[in-house]
């Protein structure tokens, strides 16, 4: 201590130290008794697993009170906070001997998941497994993005490590021969959701492979992140918990459809014909919202439903006026992937594609191939051109539409742009709540 009060005593003007904050200790003394410090535990096996006990009986305590908020706010707080307090010690703690613990705080936020998504009934071993593996997914691979402590852990500390010993041995200029770069913790564990998603899809049947890819999707994944500022942002428990069905790719509790007495597999509700369709009124919301969005581009003029040349026909929207969108008709398409006429995704692959780019293929060139059939048959209008918008019922869009939709984000406003496509992706998830049987 005296040695490092000489050493800054000079200093004082660039940094002061505490002395009511420092504390002489022995490598001995940290050895035996452990020793806490910059937010984590250092020393022998009893140490660290009392310190990382209390924490994750701190976050269950947490977690138990989520009970009793709207599942909507429950589960932001479960995705963005609570799971997150405890990442660094992934990096910092070593824990590789105290597997347990992660492996509990895993179960503490599966059981939070179940709770929200309010299954009637206790589902299969399989369809649990299936729901806790895909919960940990980040939700770009159509997860849930409940990163599993207990896979992340170890890649966490050894990315920490690699780095660590990097950084040091410049400090003390050590002579290190291996010049091979340190793998960054984003490289490893992308890396292991790669191998994870295209594991989870060999084992799927092939609705539960369109839907997982609808999941991924960038329209399909942002109700997820929705913040419920105001009314038109807010889910019900039950749309929440649909989502969550969704998400966790199981159908309705019910095995037979009391509706049309078919089974009822998963998908089966969007294509019940023996229920009320809410298909029309899922394609106006829609198209109010783009409208609304698109009203918004400076020097835009906007009509809904405009006339054609061809009798009673008309398109959804017509963008006129001075604005980059100038002159272009659209007609919005909501299909459901599970359609008859869609493609089946269980076909052969090429050796070299991935499995999750050979189903992400299959669903867009079917979702293509309607963009192309519509552009086709669409009605003659006085000018300008014509643009179908075509999307899934959960969310993922055609190649053409894709193009179009950054079309659009280049004349919009940043913060109108993501209120649209939030309020699309919450809309298509009030839509599927609509006709899902718990």
């Not at 490598?27 to 990382?52: I, Q, S």
């Not at 990315?159 to 984003?186: C, E």
């Not at 050796?351 to 003659?380: E, F, G, M, Y």
Request: one cysteine or more.
């Amino acid at each position: 201590m005296q040695r490092t009060q000489a050493f800054l005593a000079d200093k004082e003007d660039v940094i002061k130290l505490n002395h009511n904050k420092c504390k002489l200790i022995t490598f001995t003394e940290m050895a035996e008794n452990g020793f806490k410090m910059l937010g984590t535990m250092v020393g022998p096996k009893k140490a660290r697993e009392g310190f990382l006990k209390a924490k994750v009986e701190n976050e269950a305590r947490k977690i138990a009170r989520l009970k009793d908020l709207p599942h909507q706010h429950a589960l932001l707080l479960l995705r963005f906070c609570v799971q997150q307090n405890l990442r660094h010690l992934q990096r910092s703690l070593k824990s590789d001997d105290l597997k347990d613990y992660w492996e509990k705080m895993d179960q503490e936020l599966w059981n939070e998941v179940q709770r929200m998504r309010t299954r009637q009934t206790e589902g299969s071993e399989a369809e649990n497994m299936l729901g806790k593996k895909l919960s940990h997914l980040p939700a770009r691979f159509g997860g849930l993005g409940l990163l599993s402590f207990t896979d992340i852990a170890p890649l966490a500390y050894k990315a920490a490590v690699a780095q660590s010993d990097k950084h040091l041995a410049n400090i003390f200029n050590l002579d290190t021969s291996d010049n091979t770069p340190t793998p960054t913790q984003r490289e490893l564990c992308a890396s292991l959701w790669d191998l994870q998603q295209t594991t989870i899809l060999e084992g799927l049947n092939d609705p539960q492979r369109k839907r997982l890819i609808e999941n991924a999707s960038k329209i399909g994944k942002r109700w997820l992140d929705v913040i419920p500022y105001f009314q038109p942002l807010r889910l019900s428990n039950q749309e929440v918990a649909t989502g969550l069905h969704d998400r966790t790719l199981v159908g309705s509790s019910i095995a037979i459809c009391t509706f049309c007495g078919s089974d009822s597999p998963l998908g089966h509700d969007e294509l019940c014909r023996s229920r009320n369709s809410w298909a029309q009124q899922r394609h106006d919301s829609i198209n109010r919202i783009i409208h609304h969005g698109l009203q918004s581009i400076q020097g835009a003029v906007v009509s809904l439903e405009p006339r054609t040349l061809e009798g009673q026909r008309r398109n959804d929207l017509r963008v006129r006026g001075r604005c980059g969108l100038h002159a272009t008709d659209y007609d919005l398409k909501v299909y459901c992937l599970n359609d008859r006429d869609a493609r089946s995704t269980t076909s052969a692959k090429p050796a070299s594609t991935p499995l999750a780019n050979h189903v992400l293929n299959r669903c867009l060139s079917w979702l293509d191939k309607i963009s192309q059939n519509t552009t086709k048959k669409a009605p003659a209008t006085h000018s300008g051109q014509f643009k179908a918008v075509v999307m899934s019922t959960g969310g993922l869009v055609s190649r053409e539409t894709a193009d179009e939709i950054r079309r659009w984000r280049k004349e919009m406003s940043p913060a109108v742009f993501e209120r649209m496509m939030r309020k699309i992706s919450l809309e298509l998830v009030r839509a599927r709540a609509r006709t899902f049987a718990m």
